[in-house]
Protein backbone atom coordinates (compact mmCIF):
# COMPACT_ATOMS: atom_id res chain seq x y z
CA UNK A 1 0.00 0.00 0.00
CA UNK A 2 1.00 3.53 -0.68
CA UNK A 3 0.58 6.47 1.80
CA UNK A 4 0.90 9.74 1.44
CA UNK A 5 1.09 11.77 4.97
CA UNK A 6 0.18 15.41 4.79
CA UNK A 7 1.24 18.03 7.22
CA UNK A 8 1.12 21.14 8.04
CA UNK A 9 5.31 21.22 8.94
CA UNK A 10 7.80 18.85 9.53
CA UNK A 11 11.28 18.55 11.11
CA UNK A 12 13.80 19.85 10.72
CA UNK A 13 12.31 22.88 10.67
CA UNK A 14 10.15 22.54 13.38
CA UNK A 15 9.71 20.09 16.06
CA UNK A 16 5.84 19.82 18.07
CA UNK A 17 3.79 17.01 18.79
CA UNK A 18 2.19 16.75 15.50
CA UNK A 19 5.60 16.62 13.60
CA UNK A 20 6.91 13.71 15.24
CA UNK A 21 3.38 11.79 15.35
CA UNK A 22 3.87 11.95 11.58
CA UNK A 23 7.25 11.14 11.62
CA UNK A 24 6.88 8.15 13.88
CA UNK A 25 3.62 6.30 12.22
CA UNK A 26 5.32 6.61 8.74
CA UNK A 27 8.12 5.26 9.90
CA UNK A 28 6.34 2.34 11.76
CA UNK A 29 4.33 2.07 8.24
CA UNK A 30 7.19 1.55 6.64
CA UNK A 31 9.68 -0.79 8.60
CA UNK A 32 6.92 -2.80 10.48
CA UNK A 33 4.04 -2.77 7.95
CA UNK A 34 6.21 -2.64 5.11
CA UNK A 35 4.47 0.39 3.26
CA UNK A 36 5.34 2.68 0.52
CA UNK A 37 5.19 6.11 2.62
CA UNK A 38 5.78 9.57 1.73
CA UNK A 39 5.20 12.78 3.43
CA UNK A 40 4.06 16.17 1.74
CA UNK A 41 4.20 19.94 3.80
CA UNK A 42 4.89 23.29 3.32
CA UNK A 43 8.32 24.42 3.74
CA UNK A 44 9.85 27.96 5.07
CA UNK A 45 13.29 27.03 2.53
CA UNK A 46 13.45 29.90 0.01
CA UNK A 47 11.14 30.15 -2.83
CA UNK A 48 13.47 28.64 -5.66
CA UNK A 49 13.48 27.27 -9.04
CA UNK A 50 11.89 23.88 -7.94
CA UNK A 51 8.28 23.65 -7.19
CA UNK A 52 8.90 20.64 -5.21
CA UNK A 53 12.15 19.83 -2.95
CA UNK A 54 12.61 15.73 -2.32
CA UNK A 55 14.57 14.42 0.76
CA UNK A 56 14.96 11.47 2.54
CA UNK A 57 13.96 10.68 6.36
CA UNK A 58 15.04 7.16 7.29
CA UNK A 59 14.23 6.38 4.09
CA UNK A 60 10.98 7.76 3.58
CA UNK A 61 10.62 10.29 0.60
CA UNK A 62 9.62 13.74 1.87
CA UNK A 63 8.42 15.89 -0.65
CA UNK A 64 8.36 19.63 0.16
CA UNK A 65 7.48 22.79 -1.41
CA UNK A 66 9.45 26.01 -0.66
CA UNK A 67 6.95 29.15 -0.03
CA UNK A 68 9.50 30.97 2.34
CA UNK A 69 8.81 32.18 5.55
CA UNK A 70 5.32 33.49 5.91
CA UNK A 71 3.41 35.81 8.32
CA UNK A 72 0.82 34.48 10.57
CA UNK A 73 -1.42 36.13 8.17
CA UNK A 74 -0.52 34.54 4.70
CA UNK A 75 -0.66 31.40 6.49
CA UNK A 76 -4.20 31.68 7.82
CA UNK A 77 -4.79 32.94 3.97
CA UNK A 78 -3.28 30.38 2.23
CA UNK A 79 -6.44 27.97 3.40
CA UNK A 80 -8.13 29.92 0.55
CA UNK A 81 -5.48 30.19 -1.59
CA UNK A 82 -2.11 29.37 -2.31
CA UNK A 83 -1.29 28.23 -6.04
CA UNK A 84 2.36 27.08 -5.28
CA UNK A 85 1.05 24.31 -2.65
CA UNK A 86 -1.77 23.15 -4.79
CA UNK A 87 0.35 22.66 -8.14
CA UNK A 88 3.10 21.17 -6.17
CA UNK A 89 0.79 18.29 -4.15
CA UNK A 90 -1.11 17.60 -7.91
CA UNK A 91 2.72 16.55 -8.91
CA UNK A 92 3.17 14.67 -5.71
CA UNK A 93 -0.17 13.04 -6.33
CA UNK A 94 1.55 11.74 -9.68
CA UNK A 95 4.29 10.70 -8.29
CA UNK A 96 3.66 8.65 -5.51
CA UNK A 97 -0.07 7.48 -6.58
CA UNK A 98 -0.74 6.48 -3.06
CA UNK A 99 -3.69 4.20 -2.51
CA UNK A 100 -4.21 6.35 0.97
CA UNK A 101 -3.86 10.45 1.58
CA UNK A 102 -3.83 10.60 5.71
CA UNK A 103 -4.16 14.42 6.61
CA UNK A 104 -2.02 15.08 9.66
CA UNK A 105 -2.73 18.98 9.75
CA UNK A 106 -4.02 21.42 6.56
CA UNK A 107 -2.76 24.72 8.20
CA UNK A 108 -1.06 26.98 5.57
CA UNK A 109 -2.21 24.39 2.66
CA UNK A 110 -5.25 25.24 0.67
CA UNK A 111 -8.63 23.21 1.25
CA UNK A 112 -8.36 22.69 -2.44
CA UNK A 113 -5.81 19.69 -1.79
CA UNK A 114 -8.44 17.72 -0.16
CA UNK A 115 -10.80 18.30 -3.64
CA UNK A 116 -7.91 17.08 -5.59
CA UNK A 117 -7.43 14.09 -3.28
CA UNK A 118 -11.19 13.45 -4.14
CA UNK A 119 -11.53 14.28 -7.46
CA UNK A 120 -8.27 11.45 -7.92
CA UNK A 121 -10.84 9.01 -6.21
CA UNK A 122 -8.08 8.73 -3.07
CA UNK A 123 -9.98 7.72 0.54
CA UNK A 124 -8.92 10.91 2.62
CA UNK A 125 -8.36 10.19 6.52
CA UNK A 126 -7.78 13.00 8.67
CA UNK A 127 -6.44 12.62 12.19
CA UNK A 128 -7.55 15.65 14.87
CA UNK A 129 -4.49 16.92 16.21
CA UNK A 130 -6.25 20.00 18.19
CA UNK A 131 -8.56 22.20 17.48
CA UNK A 132 -7.91 23.86 14.79
CA UNK A 133 -10.91 23.33 12.41
CA UNK A 134 -13.16 24.91 14.67
CA UNK A 135 -10.76 27.76 15.85
CA UNK A 136 -8.19 29.31 13.86
CA UNK A 137 -6.09 29.67 16.66
CA UNK A 138 -5.97 25.53 16.75
CA UNK A 139 -6.31 25.80 20.56
CA UNK A 140 -9.88 27.50 21.65
CA UNK A 141 -8.28 29.63 23.75
CA UNK A 142 -8.73 33.68 22.66
CA UNK A 143 -5.37 35.51 22.07
CA UNK A 144 -6.70 38.86 23.18
CA UNK A 145 -7.09 37.71 26.78
CA UNK A 146 -5.55 34.04 26.56
CA UNK A 147 -9.32 32.97 28.17
CA UNK A 148 -10.95 29.59 27.75
CA UNK A 149 -13.06 30.02 24.57
CA UNK A 150 -16.48 28.04 24.30
CA UNK A 151 -16.58 28.25 20.54
CA UNK A 152 -18.01 30.27 17.64
CA UNK A 153 -20.76 32.98 19.19
CA UNK A 154 -21.85 34.02 15.39
CA UNK A 155 -18.18 33.95 14.75
CA UNK A 156 -17.84 37.48 16.04
CA UNK A 157 -15.60 36.29 18.83
CA UNK A 158 -13.53 34.62 15.68
CA UNK A 159 -12.72 38.28 14.16
CA UNK A 160 -12.04 39.46 17.88
CA UNK A 161 -9.24 36.81 17.62
CA UNK A 162 -8.42 37.32 14.18
CA UNK A 163 -7.35 41.25 14.96
CA UNK A 164 -5.62 40.77 17.53
CA UNK A 165 -3.80 37.41 15.91
CA UNK A 166 -3.18 40.06 13.40
CA UNK A 167 -1.46 42.77 15.48
CA UNK A 168 -4.54 45.07 15.86
CA UNK A 169 -4.89 44.45 19.33
CA UNK A 170 -8.10 43.90 20.81
CA UNK A 171 -10.94 45.92 18.90
CA UNK A 172 -14.09 44.42 19.70
CA UNK A 173 -16.11 47.17 18.00
CA UNK A 174 -14.58 46.04 14.52
CA UNK A 175 -14.75 42.18 15.11
CA UNK A 176 -18.59 41.97 13.24
CA UNK A 177 -16.09 43.14 10.11
CA UNK A 178 -13.37 40.47 10.44
CA UNK A 179 -16.67 37.44 11.54
CA UNK A 180 -17.89 36.84 7.38
CA UNK A 181 -14.14 35.48 6.54
CA UNK A 182 -14.52 33.54 9.94
CA UNK A 183 -17.69 32.36 9.35
CA UNK A 184 -16.61 31.08 5.31
CA UNK A 185 -13.58 29.51 7.00
CA UNK A 186 -16.01 27.41 9.04
CA UNK A 187 -18.32 26.40 6.16
CA UNK A 188 -14.85 25.57 3.94
CA UNK A 189 -13.57 23.03 6.96
CA UNK A 190 -17.04 21.41 7.59
CA UNK A 191 -17.28 20.57 3.84
CA UNK A 192 -13.17 19.16 4.90
CA UNK A 193 -14.36 17.20 7.69
CA UNK A 194 -17.37 15.62 6.08
CA UNK A 195 -15.93 14.48 2.32
CA UNK A 196 -13.37 12.61 4.45
CA UNK A 197 -13.69 8.81 3.93
CA UNK A 198 -12.74 8.85 7.89
CA UNK A 199 -12.19 10.96 10.97
CA UNK A 200 -9.36 9.77 13.65
CA UNK A 201 -9.98 11.61 17.32
CA UNK A 202 -6.76 10.58 19.47
CA UNK A 203 -9.12 10.02 22.35
CA UNK A 204 -12.63 10.77 23.75
CA UNK A 205 -12.17 14.59 25.16
CA UNK A 206 -11.39 15.78 21.45
CA UNK A 207 -13.84 13.50 19.82
CA UNK A 208 -16.64 15.24 22.19
CA UNK A 209 -15.63 18.52 21.86
CA UNK A 210 -15.75 18.51 18.25
CA UNK A 211 -19.34 16.90 18.67
CA UNK A 212 -19.98 19.95 20.77
CA UNK A 213 -18.78 22.97 18.94
CA UNK A 214 -21.05 20.90 15.57
CA UNK A 215 -18.99 19.87 13.51
CA UNK A 216 -19.62 16.93 11.52
CA UNK A 217 -18.15 13.64 13.04
CA UNK A 218 -20.24 10.99 10.85
CA UNK A 219 -17.48 8.75 10.16
CA UNK A 220 -15.12 10.13 12.83
CA UNK A 221 -13.94 7.30 15.38
CA UNK A 222 -12.03 7.19 18.90
CA UNK A 223 -8.31 5.55 18.48
CA UNK A 224 -5.99 6.80 20.69
CA UNK A 225 -1.90 7.93 19.70
CA UNK A 226 0.45 4.96 19.81
CA UNK A 227 3.74 5.36 22.09
CA UNK A 228 7.00 4.38 20.83
CA UNK A 229 8.89 2.97 23.53
CA UNK A 230 12.70 2.07 23.79
CA UNK A 231 13.45 -1.30 23.70
CA UNK A 232 15.97 -0.33 26.65
CA UNK A 233 12.79 0.70 28.74
CA UNK A 234 11.07 -2.52 28.18
CA UNK A 235 13.88 -4.77 29.16
Partial sequence: MRILHVVH???????????????????????????????FYPSTAPIAGEQVHVTEDSGIKVYAVPLGPRSRRDVFLSLWRQPAASDAFAKVLQRTHPDIVHLQHLMGLPAFITRQVSAAGIPLIITLHDYWFPCANGQLITNYDGTLCGGPALWVNCGRCALARGGFGDRPLLSPLAAPLLAHRSYLLRNVLAAADAVIAPNRFVYESYEKLGMPLVKATVIAHGIDVPSRVLN
Fill in 9 to 39: QYLPEYVGGTELYTQTVARYQQRHLGQDVAI
